[in-house]
């Protein structure tokens, strides 16, 4: 028996091309995607700006095509203050998408951002799964620290009678020669340096 699950969380990326006038045209869309959007009711940095930066560049590179002296540093310049400006609004429209995890993708997809899916991962909690040979199970618990050992317990008659099992360095186990069809109860408690812990709740299985 277990009650976690993997949770994955949308991440907004900024995935820019590095030819000049593609970033121009990615921006673009995403200043296209996010204006009258509902979702994003008030964009940091305002739309205004990051289009405005836009156009600075547009003339910055055409500018640098010319040749026009100087012209590529004040191109550069440009680029990376719309590079900014569009790092800022993925923040902001991650912002939002956090805010209605189940959603995320959609939203961050909708502001013309790219998505990556990244496992977020819960804190391990106290599960008993079968074995792979019958009568037996594995037992994980959350970790107590790097110097932590644990106490097992557990019983097949509904929590009268207890059974000690070897105490462990890593927070897990296993149990052995349960009869197939009986239900095993499992407890166990962390000794740290700050003392001994309560015995945990029971986390029971049904032995296959």
Do not use: C
Request: aromatic share 6%; no cysteine; glycine share 4%.
């Amino acid at each position: 028996m277990t009650t976690t699950k993997s949770v994955h969380r949308a991440l907004a990326i900024l995935n820019l091309p590095k030819i000049v006038a593609a970033i121009i045209t990615a921006a673009q869309a995403i200043v296209t995607a996010m204006t009258n959007n509902a979702k994003f009711a008030s964009p940091m940095p305002a739309l205004s700006v990051v289009n405005a930066a836009i156009v600075a560049l547009q003339i910055a590179e055409a500018a640098a095509i010319a040749r026009t002296k100087g012209a590529v540093t004040a191109r550069n310049d440009r680029k990376a203050q719309l590079i900014a400006l569009l790092q800022q609004l993925r923040t902001y429209v991650q912002t939002v998408a956090d805010t209605d995890p189940e959603n995320s993708a959609a939203i961050i997809q909708s502001a013309g951002f790219a998505v990556k899916k990244t496992p977020l991962h819960k804190p391990r909690v106290f599960s008993v799964v079968q074995g792979a040979v019958s009568g037996t199970a594995k037992v994980i618990v959350p970790s107590a620290g790097h110097r932590a050992s644990y106490d097992w317990e557990y019983s097949i008659d509904g929590g009268k009678t207890w059974v000690s099992l070897p105490s462990t360095l890593q927070a897990k186990t296993s149990i052995t020669g349960v009869a197939q069809g009986a239900t095993v109860q499992v407890r166990y408690r962390a000794i740290t340096k700050a003392g001994i812990a309560d015995w945990s709740q029971p986390v029971s299985l049904f032995m296959k």
